[in-house]
């Protein structure tokens, strides 16, 4: 029997980018209801999209639970420069999830985590058992690939990938996956909101890592660094751990649902029938 390949969907990425793809343009794809429906729709086809150029044999969708995390507990401008959803997404979180449902992917998301560290948690349960495949735009996720975990960041319309492997990772970057936190400690990350240490930029961080292997590393080594990075360094203090803290991805989330739960083959027949009612027609084209 052929081992399962593993869909594993960032579905807060997809909504997000399928809404700024139309929003930006005044589309929002308004049903009978007066609901927008440009995020939601274009995730679902997005997914489908998908599912008919990689082949799995298996798809879960993973979400964000609200804002809070355990991150904002470690640093209080983790995210905090982040703008509030436009008012035409918020009511689609929600239908997104439940589509996802009728169309028979598994949903997962735990409060208090973010959907990546989910997706960690994902390809650590069932590692051994599979393939993976991870579609996102979120470069963080990098830290993630293994010889079993490919990873493919949106790029261009619902087919076009930015497609990443182990072997393409070690070779850009001249260090292994589980060292990229410690890069993105030095370096920071604006988007995400915090500083790593002020100064020092993707080069210089990457170089870093590659030179002394971990962030303990450089501390160890300080000495050896010419005195202007040890002088930034030492200026960072507490926040280099705390960003180094804030850029692991963690892989604890409990996944209590089976392996078998994710298999999916195709949408059930109710799907079609709750896009009709819905006034999902991009989607249900899709099904037909």
Known sequence: MQSPHILVIDGMALLFRS???TAMS??????EQGLPTNAVQGFARHVLTARDIFGPSHVVVTWDKGMHT????????YKINRPAPPQEMIPQFDMAQELSKQLGWANLGVVGMEADDTI??????????????IISGDKDLLQLLRPD???????????IYDSYHLERFREEYGIEPHQFPDVKAFMGDSSDGYPGVKGI????????????????????????????????IEEAGELLAISKQLAVIRDDVPIEISLDQLYWENAPHTAKEF???????QVLRQLL
């Open 19 to 21: 809404f700024f793809a």
């Open 120 to 133: 960690a948690s994902v390809t650590k349960k069932w590692q051994g058992e599979g393939n993976f495949t």
């Open 201 to 232: 930029g993707p080069k210089t961080a990457l170089q870093l890592i590659q030179n002394y292997g971990s962030v303990d590393g450089v501390l160890a080594a300080k000495e050896e660094l010419k005195p202007g990075q040890r002088k930034k």
């Open 149 to 159: 975990v490919s990873i493919e960041f949106t790029k261009k319309g619902f087919s």
């Open 70 to 77: 355990f991150r904002n507990e470690l640093f209080d401008g």
């Open 26 to 31: 005044g589309q929002f794809f308004v049903n």
């Open 275 to 281: 896009c009709q009612q819905n006034g999902y027609k």
